[in-house]
């Protein structure tokens, strides 16, 4: 998206995709969408079950990758494929050279569709032209890559930026105006790390003042720390209200870097992604927020785009993508953005556990049961 999306829209947008997402379940699960093609203009498919998906996602130091949507959308290319499917895996390793080379790879291997997180969405590019050249579809999964892409399955990114910063600015309340805050973005390659910080400009500026704003190459910990760290000298320590952090790992280390520099109490800080560690500061205290964005929706609906598009089930694919999305070399890309959520204290039983995400003894170790018994997490 390059223009700045109203939220009120952005909402209304990522409800119609989760319920045409249901609608395209409901359809298949009827009988609807069939292998025959059963209803009027549904195409017949391609492929039958027996089909290879190309999975590339960007590195693991981002928790969830691992532990939610690699498996996830294994299970759901299986279930979709009466177990017949397979799923050929890659993870870059934050190497985008090598993110390359292993989509040329999947090429070369001759998968039927292949879903990339682009770590670079520029140079990725090439190898998708690659791939489009073979005739293998490519959806974009999380970040929006550059290319002849198919589809593309995120979150309304720049709603990501406004729930932090907005959080930020109710955090800060009658204080806001005369408080300084830090912003840690993300990596410059990553085009979704734009989207976050202009939906996050749009909440904060004019209501507070930002002290310093720096970029963290390829979402580093390490560098935002080093990054948290160099504020802290430059701003003064007890001169920082808040801290804008575009994600959870990186919010990790500002929280580390403010401890050791000797803050007696963490001013907010935000996150995304609800990783286990960051619910956990949730609970403590440490960390203000993350965005949780359900990995579940996003990782089950790519992987419903991916078997719909290879076997031409273009009914259930239209249901899937219902908006669009631009980037530097497309135009209206069909696209599904899966709602996101503030998590906070208060919300974690309807969120993370009522989603199946962690159960309250993976949260609530013995190390934080005191915090959890506190805010009433049992």
């Keep these: 998206m390059n223009a700045r999306t109203p939220r009120r829209t952005a909402v209304r947008r990522t409800a119609i995709a989760v319920t045409a997402a249901a609608s395209a379940f409901s359809l298949a699960a009827c009988g609807v969408i069939d292998g025959a093609g059963g209803s009027s ?7 039958g079950d027996d089909i290879t998906v190309g999975l590339l996602l960007p590195d693991k130091k981002t928790k969830r990758f691992e532990k939610f949507d ?8 299986s279930t979709l494929t009466s177990g017949k499917g397979k799923v050929l895996y890659a993870n870059a ?33 090439p190898a998708i032209q690659k791939a489009h050249d073979a005739n293998i579809p490519v959806i974009a999964y999380d970040r929006l890559a550059e290319g002849p ?15 932090q910063g907005r959080s930020i600015v109710e955090a800060l ?28 400009m749009n909440e904060l500026q004019g209501k507070v003042q930002i002290a310093a704003s720096y970029n963290t190459k390829d979402w580093l910990p390490e560098v935002a720390k080093a990054n948290m760290e160099t504020a802290i000298r430059t701003v003064g320590l007890n001169n920082i209200a808040a ?8 919010a990790g280390a500002v929280i580390d870097a403010l401890k ?42 790519a992987a419903s785009m991916a078997v719909a598009k290879v076997q031409g089930r273009s009914i259930e694919f239209d249901a899937l993508t219902r908006d669009s999305v631009d980037s530097p070399t497309e135009k209206k890309i069909p696209s599904m953005l899966v709602p996101v959520v503030a998590l906070t204290q ?33």
């Design 41 to 47: 203009g549904s195409a017949a498919p391609k492929k």
């Design 260 to 301: 050791e520099a000797g803050a007696s109490k963490i001013p907010p800080v935000t996150g995304q992604d609800a990783d286990l560690a960051a619910v956990q500061r949730i609970v403590t205290g440490e960390q203000y927020m993350s965005v949780y964005k359900s990995f579940i929706l996003e990782a089950n609906n």
């Design 70 to 77: 690699y498996p996830l959308f294994k299970k759901q290319v």
């Design 243 to 250: 801290v804008y952090s575009a994600n959870d790992g990186m």
């Design 93 to 125: 390793e934050a190497n985008e050279s090598k993110q390359s080379r292993q989509l040329e790879e999947m090429i070369a291997e001759k998968v039927d569709v292949l879903v990339v997180d682009a770590i670079d969405a520029k140079a990725i590019a």
């Design 173 to 200: 309340g009658t204080k806001a105006a005369a408080s300084k805050i830090v912003m840690i973005n993300g990596s410059l390659t990553d085009p979704n790390t734009g989207r976050f910080k202009t939906g996050a």
């Design 149 to 163: 892409i198919d589809a593309y399955v995120s979150h309304d990114n720049e709603l990501v930026g406004e729930v």
């Design 346 to 378: 208060e919300n974690i039983k309807d969120t993370v556990i009522q989603d199946g995400v962690y159960t309250v003894q993976d949260i609530c170790t013995p190390e934080y049961a005191a915090a959890c018994k506190e805010i009433g997490l049992e």
